[in-house]
């Protein structure tokens, strides 16, 4: 976040500024929600909804959920909340108490850690394996470990596929192999589908965790794959022995998601609006092979970043090339050339070493603004800041 924010304090102060550290759409909404939302603040019925969500909303889910991933979803397990930050804060909890083992991947959304901290959760972290996904094998692992130690078993899971930072997939036999170890184990799995709908070609089938399993907590959002991001709305679906708490934390804790947004989701769900999203996808596509050029002229092999196969992230793995503190690394380029990258610190494990090393690059932005600035990059990769930062001298 720190990124963001003096990024956006250089573009005040006149400074070109090129954003791959962003992890929201550059594209707008569907045009149906927003004519939609036009529509709802000129009638002025824009009250507060049920907790749950607006019944018109939750049966549209309902269908999407049986459509995309033929699974039957009662819409009294769905709770609708201002964005998945809401969900992540209710999911965690309703399903921990104080002291409990949470498991992360060691490459993870940064909030997963901050957010289970508050609550006074232990954190697990879970090494990810060659492909940077968690799998069965590496819960088993963690699992063995702990009992091997006498440390408490491990009481719940959470990660992402498509994974933020790393565009990495689970295949469906791998998100299937952890439901059924977590159902097995008592673990309370919470699977962050988010990413759901941005997915390239090759990738692996985006597959739902309640394909497999009733127990999983699953949440969503409408900011990424529909572009919706300020419009503030997410959800959770949850199974039924903890459906009581989290509606009753959704009333304390934030009344009701907002109501235009809930009445446009249900238009950015129709079919109408998904030549729009596929389109946005497609966008994506094409930013991610630019960064995938641009890095290889940079000299960065495709076996120094994870697979990105979803999201719109790559994950790029720079200490064979001298990096060793991106904070540094990011803060100079920022200052330098205007381009700015989330510095890899933001997603393993403090203390780990190793994002020290890495760098986010986000690439949902134009195609012509990504390609301009992986070419700014490029050139100052070489720079004598940057070869300094880098451990070299010009002559190497």
Not at 50 to 78: C, F, H, K, N, Q
Not at 95 to 117: E, K
Not at 212 to 233: A, C, D, E, Q
Request: glycine content about 10%; charged content about 20%.
């Amino acid at each position: 976040m720190d990124v963001v924010a003096k990024a956006d304090q250089l573009a005040r102060q006149g400074k070109k500024i090129y954003h791959l550290e962003v992890g929201q759409p550059q594209s707008s909404a569907p045009k149906a929600a927003i004519s939609i939302a036009q529509e709802q603040l000129g009638s002025d019925r824009c009250g507060y909804t049920a907790a749950r969500g607006e019944p018109p909303l939750r049966a549209a889910l309902v269908e999407m959920y049986r459509s995309t991933y033929g699974v039957s979803v009662s819409p009294d397990r769905i709770h609708l909340t201002p964005g998945s930050s809401g969900a992540f804060t209710i999911a965690f909890m309703a399903a921990f108490d104080v002291g409990d083992a949470v498991a992360v991947p060691a490459s993870c959304y940064p909030c997963y850690r901050n957010l289970l901290q508050c609550y006074g959760c232990e954190l697990v972290t879970l090494p990810v394996d060659a492909n940077y996904n968690v799998t069965a094998v590496e819960l088993a692992a963690g699992q063995a470990a702990r009992a091997a130690s006498g440390q408490s078993p491990i009481k719940g899971l959470i990660l992402s596929s498509p994974a933020n930072p790393t565009g990495a997939m689970l295949s469906p036999d791998e998100l299937k192999g952890l439901c059924k170890l977590c159902d097995a184990t008592g673990v309370q799995f919470i699977s962050d589908e988010i990413y759901h709908g941005i997915v390239y070609s090759g990738a692996p089938r985006a597959a739902c965790a309640l394909e497999f399993s009733r127990r999983p907590i699953v949440i969503n959002s409408f900011s990424k794959y529909y572009s919706m991001t300020g419009w503030r709305l997410g959800g959770l679906i949850v199974p039924e022995h903890l459906d009581a708490c989290v509606d009753a934390l959704n009333q304390n804790m934030n009344v009701s998601a907002p109501t235009v947004a809930q009445r446009a989701a249900v238009s950015a769900l129709s079919a109408s609006a998904r030549p729009e999203l596929e389109e946005h996808v497609r966008r994506y596509e094409a930013n991610r092979q630019v960064v995938i050029e641009g890095l290889g002229r940079m000299g960065v092999s495709s076996s120094e970043y994870a697979p990105p196969q979803g999201a719109f992230y790559l994950y790029a793995d720079l200490r064979a090339h001298g990096v060793r503190d991106s904070l540094a690394f990011c803060d100079a380029l920022l200052e330098e050339a205007g381009v700015a990258l989330t510095p890899g610190v933001d997603f393993e494990e403090p203390g780990s070493g190793l994002g020290e090393g890495r760098v986010r690059i986000g690439f949902p932005g134009a195609t012509e603004d990504v390609a301009a600035a992986m070419a700014v990059l490029g050139d100052w990769w070489t720079s004598p800041t940057a070869l300094r930062l880098r451990g070299l001298s010009a002559a190497e």
